[in-house]
């Protein structure tokens, strides 16, 4: 059995017309945290749905030596976590049940004395882990637009699935808690295994702390590897349109930084 995620030539589009043509990941270790990124329609999304099973695609997905493509809907989603970029509903449960409803959806058989402490516990483990304590016994449709994206990220972590696929999981959050949500689930990655691809549009937060980056555009994949390799003022014309390049900071740190568009470029305009 081969571990990890493998894509391979894998083919997505909405009636008719193809979004993605014959994308191909060579394996992906346990532990990855990958960055999906490109320009606004570039197909991020699509990618995740479909690697998600929510919308039908051509081609392999090897998980832990499974296909996932050949799994019914409802077993795939028990290895696969997938947060999309809507934020949770905004509803009178509390943000406590709606961590034990999807913890008691990934941990089936409840009312048994062990299955329910392993939904404590986990719940209780992440609640730490991302700091979300005093928002637990909150009322979901009284928190802020950042608040239920924190909320949205949990009830996915808490399943504690093979596979995640978030969409944007910071777009809604401020500095502190960006960082916060990334160092926590590499944090998670890191101490039970398991693969993370992230879309992201802070090219900055990528380079912080993901493993490696695909870099999507022009109905494929453009670019991929550790970013800090892939990330040349080439790609960032080619996949963005703009003149940049990656500098590294006082502290060692590396940033893109854009000097310009190019509005004569022959990038991609948004199909
Ligand atoms: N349900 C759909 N039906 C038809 N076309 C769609 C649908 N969803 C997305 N598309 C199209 O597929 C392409 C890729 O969209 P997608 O949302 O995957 O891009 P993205 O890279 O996530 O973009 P963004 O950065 O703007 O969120 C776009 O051209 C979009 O218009």
Redesign the pocket.
Known sequence: MTAGLIVEHLSVG??G?T?LQSVDLPAVPSGSLVAVV??????????LRALAGLVAAQGQVWLDGTDLQQLRLPERLQRVGYLP?ALPQPTSLLAYEALLCAARAALPGSGRRQIETRIETRIETLVERLGLGALALRRIDELSGGQRQLLGLAQVLVREPALLLL??PTSALDLRWQLRVLQGVRDLLSSRGGICLV?L?DLNLALRLCDRMLV?GHGGVLAQGPPADIFTPALLRRAYGVQGRVERCSQGQQMVVVDHTLDDFDVADL?
């Open positions: 909405y009636r017309r979004v490109g320009p606004n329609g570039a197909g991020k999304s699509t990618l970029q969409d944007e879309a549009h999507l199909r």
